[in-house]
């Protein structure tokens, strides 16, 4: 299992070394898109609107915006040295509370902890501490530069970091449109509903649940394989070096064209027949 973070945990005089891995992982279905007419791979640029052309990945900055295209651009360096300096606090933690206190909403994502070099025996008293007292612990910690709020509970003898959101990262409900305050429910139809619920009641089995949707776009999939319906996106077609040349010079005509000054027009030359005009005119 691969290790996605190393970092020490602590809580009291306690240090535990340990290391990281995600618990989870996306079993989604992954589409490409592609050109319809030439069934390639469509591509995606980074493109500057101003500038008009692709740009790459070193001259791309930071910034944040904090008006209508007004921008604070950070340093890379700053940057680094910010992460460099939560990074090396160790994880600790800071209060123990009960799992049930915790609303699911608050729940991100979940990491195994296994104990690294010399941890066993403090990861083994952590361990044995939150099951006895059936608590789990709140810590601080910086996952992939961001500081995450954190629990770090028990599940099947193994330790769990479970991120949390902050507090101003879960959206109010009074937001939530067309919410009623309180309904008046008929007393047969809320016993009925009570005794469905009665009904469906079991033990929460993880294995009876199954992504139907998925197995039944995979069994498409190999189906029309199987089938050879399938495609190939073709290689883009090299130009030859004379389009490459006769580009270059049409290019360079075209810049010629808009970058050439625009030759002054002579001052017109008076004649004898508009200098007389001009005289009939101003008698």
């Known amino acids: 299992m691969h290790t996605m973070w190393k970092g020490t945990i602590s809580f009291g005089l306690v240090n535990i070394p340990v290391k990281m891995h995600a618990a989870t992982e996306n079993k989604d279905v992954k589409l490409r ?73 608050y729940f991100e ?23 006895d007292t059936g608590k789990i612990g709140i810590a601080k910690m910086i996952i992939r530069s961001k500081e995450q709020l954190a629990v770090i509970r028990v599940y099947q003898n193994t330790l769990v970091v479970e991120t949390i959101h902050y507090p101003d990262e879960v959206r109010s409900v009074q ?36 992504d139907e949707y998925r197995t039944a776009l995979l069994e498409l999939i190999e189906e029309k394989k199987n089938q050879d319906q399938t495609t190939t996106a073709k290689d883009k077609p090299a130009p030859d070096a004379a389009t490459n040349l006769m580009d270059a010079l049409q290019a360079s005509l075209d810049r010629a064209k808009k970058e050439k000054p ?22």
């Open 33 to 105: 898109q592609l050109h319809k007419e030439c069934q390639s791979p469509v591509k995606y640029e980074k493109m500057c609107p101003v500038c008009d052309r692709e740009i790459k990945n070193e001259e791309i900055v930071k910034a944040y915006e904090y008006a209508k295209n007004k921008f604070v651009v950070l340093d890379e360096d700053d940057l680094k040295a910010l992460q460099k300096e939560q990074e090396d606090k160790a994880v600790e933690i800071v209060d123990f509370v009960k799992l049930e206190e915790i609303d699911p909403i």
């Open 109 to 131: 994502r979940s990491y195994f902890l296994s104990p690294n070099e010399g941890g066993s025996k403090a990861y083994g008293l952590l361990r044995s501490a939150l099951e």
């Open 175 to 210: 937001d939530v449109p067309n919410v009623p305050e309180k309904v008046e429910t008929v007393k047969k139809e809320l016993d009925t509903a009570k005794m469905l619920i009665d009904q469906l009641t079991t033990e929460f089995d993880p294995e009876k649940y199954k």
């Open 262 to 283: 625009k030759p002054k027009q002579p001052a017109k030359r008076k004649t004898k027949t508009t200098t007389a005009k001009k005289k009939k005119t101003a008698t």
